[in-house]
């Protein structure tokens, strides 16, 4: 893996562990956490560390931002069938959030 694929997938990892931190509910939070080991699995557990103590704690933010990276990682050669179900994940994490 590339820095650069490697510093996208650390950002879509932070920011998805940041919404599992911020999380409602034990629910919302076990969701985003299984978007988090989806992403891990993906990438063959070969995953940067998560840095989530500068992020706002705006969870509409954080989710725009983890989709947006998610997205990013296709172009690093992950297959748009696996951005898409992460993406989705992420969305169904998220509604469990908001109720």
Known sequence: MLLPHAQTLAQARSYVAALADR???????????RVLLELDRVHG??????????????RDILLADASNTVEQLENYGVES???????AMLIDAHDLDIG
């Open 23 to 33: 999380a409602l509910t034990i629910e919302a939070s076990s969701a985003y956490e």
């Open 45 to 58: 557990d070969d995953c940067p560390a998560l840095d989530t103590g500068d992020l706002t704690d705006d």
């Open 81 to 87: 069938l696996s951005v898409e179900l992460i993406l």
